[in-house]
């Protein structure tokens, strides 16, 4: 041996011998390797675990160890192997079996969840509740619901608070939108453990299947910052993109980016995060980044239906027909009643030119989707300008398959159901293409065809001969009180109801029929009678229950309007009118909050919707939220830019919000496209006039009078602006042609304008208008106060006599005012009318100053004292109250309190009626 060698071999030995002095214990390794699972370092931990073994490969809890740490790192069959050495070592049931139980599931293997885990051998009654629940969980999701019901019943007997049973209950009710029943087990799984992120995810897609969106996205949120603990991976993966979706659909597209851009990190190639993304690219119109990541999706999973449709709606956006078409015939082929997959087909085929193809394939598609209304709608309305091809292949069909002649019927039906009237009632006219009961049904909707089409002799005539030809049969009279009560022959309808109840008194659509008879002729009681009792036998009707809401409302009970609202929107979650009726309830009730979170919900569920955006601005508008108002009406006229309803309401909006010069760039935009409108350009007139514009004001008064209907209303803005140019003359000249065309308003500013100029008795036209409308108590009272005003008393008293007498002398402001007219021209009936005036009320300072000067001005002097006093109390600012006080104190002999009165009412030198009377009375007090 060379001397080098020895001396390598002198140095290796060396280092073995440091090694070994310096190596841990296995005591001290399990030690540091538990700290590191505790903090969720669980690579770290599986290494030190491993190091253990090595030293001794019989340490059952070193391999329990790496088994529960694999579980976290979503190695399920290693964790599942390590678990079952660390049982077979000895490590006790109770431990392994929950951890072995969940390895085996997460990781697919549902027959080894049954054979290789048994709550019987285990003790403790929380591992065998998590047991039982997890071989629940495995039933489920082998699709074996009854079974996993079972289990997880079992598990919650054991252990009501067992979160894997609470959450398996939640997820089998949201499978069969039992949607209290899923609300109810998510909310105990939350309550048991807040940091299961199971227990969130179950909460989550509770909320989601109400519909209650913010609730859902909150809760999904919550899943993803908590540690995956009683998840697998795949299920968080999958959640992430369940919020990704919901993400988009609240229009949190960033949000939603960030949440791709995650999904694609953890997997680069995974299907659903390439799916996810090309979604959000084909949204933001980026078609070749979209395609790349669909393309990616199938080079993975060769079928993927959603992959392969939206990749073909984006061939079809690039005219590509012929690849569309190839991706869309797999989709059709695996899922042949995927209505939306045949109607895009058939638009690829028709791109490509082959229309026959087109209409074979809607044609097809009318068999295999039965009954569903929405799905015949979209072939229907695929059908395009081609509907005749359509109905001929399905009749060439017919004539050699008999499944095909149901398909016949049902696709009329989806014509009428769109209008087209005319080839529904073609098909419709054809002899065999029913029988039996399909046959009356045929005929039915015949009739409705008729109607809808306007020929209502055809329809009346169908109806009859329908009930002639079958009296026996309630749904015959059923459709004929419908025509009836369609064409406003209500009697006729209600024999017809009557009879078709006869023949079938559990009939819920009769009981329908009948409540929306009665509702027609508000009879109020009897619709909601007729209303409830079918929906005692069909609960889940939404129009009757919107109907119940209506006949609720107008009977003026508006809570139980509401809870038939709230029905309605279980029914239907995704539609928008029982929320807006809700908000329309809420507002007739005063409680805008109501009214504005009801509406809200509207909006979450129809974004695009310029009606209901137009109701959310008004509703914010009159809850004095003027700039979330304009930001609502914006909505509505970017969705309906040719609503001059919207605009109108956006104008109104911004001058509510101060933004008064926008809002006259919207009202004059929309005068020039709609110069037909009046309203819109007399409110612009009077914003113009209102900025003292008075050129462009009567440039607007102008256009006016040349519309229909505008004349009365273009001389009202012309007598404006003329009177705020000061051409007194020429703007009492167009009030009065404002009024001559009936325009109420202009008759206050035609009597001021008239005294303006100079005119004689300016105030003439204001009593020819009483003349002639003697009941106009409104103008009345205008020309009283406008007398009054100029102290006019005499030709005031008259028209406050008349009107003290039509509010039957119950009015203490009106019978004040006459009381003080009679004062000023020293009527005899002033203090008797000034008295009941203050019996009425006789807290109010103005009308107990009266009533004290009449006593005054009667000679009863140490009354009025005493009602004066009242009345300066009350009133201690109003200077000719003091004055009336004063007056009162001298004449009584009080003159030092009469000269402190008359002091302060001069004290700050401004002006009242009685200034020059009180200097006098002070002077002459000395």
Known sequence: MTQGIKRWLGLTAAALLLAGCGAQSVEDLMHQAEELREQGRYESAIA???????????????????????????????????LERARDGGISAERIDPLLARALLWDGQYDAVHRKVDSENLTDAGAQAEVLALRGEA??????EGEARERFRAALDLDENNVTALVGM?????????????????????????????????????????????????????????????????????????YVQMLLAADRRDDARDEVDTMLRQGSRHPYANYLAGLMAYGDDDLSNAVEHLQTVLSVTQE???????????????????????LLRDVVSAQPANAQARAMLATAYRGAGQDRRANEVLAEGMRYVGDDSQALAILAQAAGDDVDGVIENLRARAETNPEFRPAQLRFAQALVGRGEFEPAMGMLEQPGIAEGDDEIMRRQFLALAALRSGDTERAVREAESLTSEHPDNSAAY??????????????????????????????????????????????????????????EHSPDTFNALMALAQAERQRGNPEAALAALELAIEVEPDTVQPHVAMAQVHAGNDDPDAALAAIDAAVQRAPNNANVLGIQGALRLEAGQAEEAVESLQAAVAADPDSAQYRFQLARAQDAAGETDRAIETLETLVADRPELIQPA?????????????????????????????????????????????????AAEAYQRAVDAGVRDALGPLVANRAEAGMDEPAAPLERWLEENPDDNGTRLALAQWYAERDLFAEAAPHFERLVEVTER???????????????????????????????????????????????????????????????????????IRYHYAAALTESGDHDQARRELQRALED??????????????????
């Open 478 to 535: 059923n459709l004929a009180g419908g025509i009836y009560m369609a064409l406003e022959r209500y009697e006729d309808a209600g024999g017809a109801f009557d009879r078709a109840r006869e023949l079938d008194p559990d009939s819920a659509q009769v009981a329908f029929n009948q409540g929306l008879l009665a509702l027609a002729e508000e009879r109020l009681d009897d619709a909601v009678e007729h209303l409830e009792r079918g929906l």
């Open 304 to 326: 993927n239906p959603p992959a392969q449709t939206l990749l073909a709606a984006i061939r079809i956006r690039q005219e590509q027909y012929n690849q569309a078409v190839s």
């Open 139 to 144: 039933h489920r999701q082998e699709g074996f």
């Open 810 to 880: 119950g009015n203490a402001a009106m019978l004040n005012n006459l009381a003080y007219s009679y004062l000023q021209i020293e009527d005899d009936r002033a203090l008797e009318t000034a008295r009941e005036a203050h019996e009425l009320a006789p807290d109010n300072p103005a009308i107990t100053d009266t009533v004290g000067w009449a006593e005054f001005k009667a000679g009863n002097v140490e009354r009025a004292v005493e009602l004066l006093s009242r009345a300066v109390e009350g009133a201690p600012e109003n200077a000719d």
């Open 48 to 82: 030190d675990y491993r190091e253990v073994l090595e030293q001794d490969p019989d340490n059952a809890e070193a391999r329990f160890g790496v088994g529960a740490s694999q579980l976290r790192l979503g190695e399920y069959g290693r964790a599942a192997n390590a």
């Open 909 to 926: 030198g401004r002006e009242f009626n009685y200034r020059s009377e009180a200097e006098a009375l002070l002077d002459e007090l000395g």
């Open 682 to 730: 007399v409110t612009l007139g009077l914003a113009l006039f209102e900025q003292n514009r008075y050129d462009e004001a009567l440039s607007v008064a102008e256009n006016l009078k040349q519309q229909d209907g505008g004349t009365g209303p273009g001389n009202l803005i012309e007598g404006h602006a003329r009177s705020g140019q000061e051409d007194y003359t020429a």
């Open 170 to 242: 939640s997820r089998l009710a949201a499978a069969m939108e039992r949607t209290d029943d899923a609300r109810t087990f998510a909310e105990r799984a939350v309550a048991v453990d807040e940091e299961s992120p199971a227990a969130w995810l179950a909460t989550a897609n509770a909320a989601r299947l109400e519909q209650r969106q913010e609730d859902a996205l909150d809760a999904y949120a919550r899943v993803l910052d908590l540690p995956v603990t009683d998840l697998s991976s795949r299920e968080q993966f999958n959640a992430r993109g369940q």
